[in-house]
């Protein structure tokens, strides 16, 4: 198993610009998120998804869509990107229930100019 | 989801134990108790979790106290590569994952 891949790992973008960040496990797990993490900072919640067709808000939502059309798959657009979006990016995934561990990828270190 | 304290940074010392509290006072009776650490900018890695007894596992230890409204990680015998910052969190069914700023362990030799 490869569990929870993320890509691009390295990516910069100009002020305005749209992109989408992947993410993709392979563990048939339920629910998938996406995380940003400024530096010196903890993890805050950008958007959810409890499963395919479901999709809610997290803490930081605004300047960024998700969908979720497959369970393995919950990519993270950003239509117009913003120097204030300049941070790494984690995609994390676990079964549903009540005692489910959280698996992360290695993360998208992102860079608008 | 329960808001979690945790002290911004902590040392210790090589092959003592590492003790981090977090206090989680609003905690209700169906939420857990999550420990997750982040090593540099890797993502964070499930270290433990509990709901009122104390639990043990390879990595660590999770003391509840019996009122549940704080808790310990026991790193029983702190290595170097345990520097890492800890997240201390608290979960309900099927409830997001919301990490606070976690506590910042230094393990010196």
């Known amino acids: 198993n490869a569990g929870v891949t993320q890509t691009p790992k390295f990516q910069v973008l100009k002020t305005g610009q749209s992109m989408t960040l992947q993410c993709a496990q392979d563990?048939?797990?339920?629910?998938m998120s996406w995380y940003r993490q400024d530096p010196g900072m903890g993890l805050r919640l950008i958007h959810y998804?409890?499963?395919?067709?479901?999709?809610d808000q997290g803490e930081v939502p605004n300047g960024y869509n998700v969908s979720r059309s497959t369970t393995e798959d919950f990519p993270l657009r950003l239509l117009s990107a913003a120097p204030s979006q300049t941070s790494v990016y984690f995609c994390?995934?676990?079964?549903?229930?009540?005692?489910?561990?959280?698996?992360f990828g290695e993360g998208s270190r992102l860079t608008v100019l | 989801d329960a808001k979690t304290t945790q002290p911004p940074s902590m040392d210790c010392a090589e092959g003592r134990a590492a003790n981090l509290p977090c206090n989680h006072s609003t905690i209700s009776g169906n939420e857990y108790v999550y420990w997750y650490r982040q090593i540099h900018s890797q993502g964070p890695q499930y270290i433990i979790h509990?709901?009122?007894n104390n639990e043990t596992n390879e990595m660590a230890s999770l003391i509840i106290t019996e009122d549940r409204k704080s808790s310990t990680l026991i790193l029983p015998h702190a290595t170097l590569r345990d520097t890492a910052v800890y997240y201390c969190i608290v979960r309900g069914y099927n409830n997001d994952m919301r990490f606070g700023a976690g506590t910042r362990l230094t393990v010196k030799p």
């Open positions: 509990g709901l009122k």
């Open positions: 994390a995934s676990r079964g549903l229930g009540l005692t489910g561990e959280l698996f």
């Open positions: 998804s409890v499963g395919a067709g479901i999709t």
């Open positions: 563990m048939n797990h339920e629910y």
